[in-house]
């Protein structure tokens, strides 16, 4: 069992930054990929980017790729987001998720979920 739980997130102008974190708590976070999602009033549920278990590959969703940056602490059980240049339509709430698969994109591949945390940019 993991539990994931988010964190970092508020209000920031347009071209600002922020960073996110997940905590996760129980044994198997270092086995884990871990990803990050966002969901908008009205819109799907979006890929953002993950991470493999160990770190070594990231993948990016491309409306983030080169403004955002995964990373993760196995030792503290943290995964984080740094986000750059935001833009007003980064605005959403942001939910961590960690998968059994080695990288996954697909919503229905990760197997825990965190509440998330809403990031809102202001133009």
């Known amino acids: 069992q993991v539990q994931l739980v988010e964190s970092g997130g508020g209000l920031v102008q347009a071209g600002g930054s922020l960073r996110l974190s997940c905590a996760a708590s129980?044994?198997?976070?270092?086995?884990?990929?871990m990803g990050w999602f966002r969901q908008a009033p009205g819109k799907e549920r979006e890929f953002v980017p993950v991470?493999?278990?160990?770190?070594?590959?990231?993948l990016y969703g491309d409306s983030v790729k080169g403004r955002f940056t995964i990373s993760r602490d196995n030792a503290k059980k943290t995964m984080y987001l740094q986000m750059n240049s935001l833009k007003p339509e980064d605005t959403a709430v942001y939910h961590c998720?960690?998968?059994?698969?080695?990288?996954?994109?697909?919503?229905?591949?990760?197997?825990?979920w965190g509440q998330g945390t809403q990031v809102t940019v202001s133009s």
């Open positions: 998720a960690a998968s059994w698969q080695a990288l996954p994109r697909a919503p229905g591949a990760f197997n825990y």
């Open positions: 129980g044994r198997t976070f270092s086995s884990s990929a």
């Open positions: 991470i493999s278990m160990n770190g070594g590959n990231t």
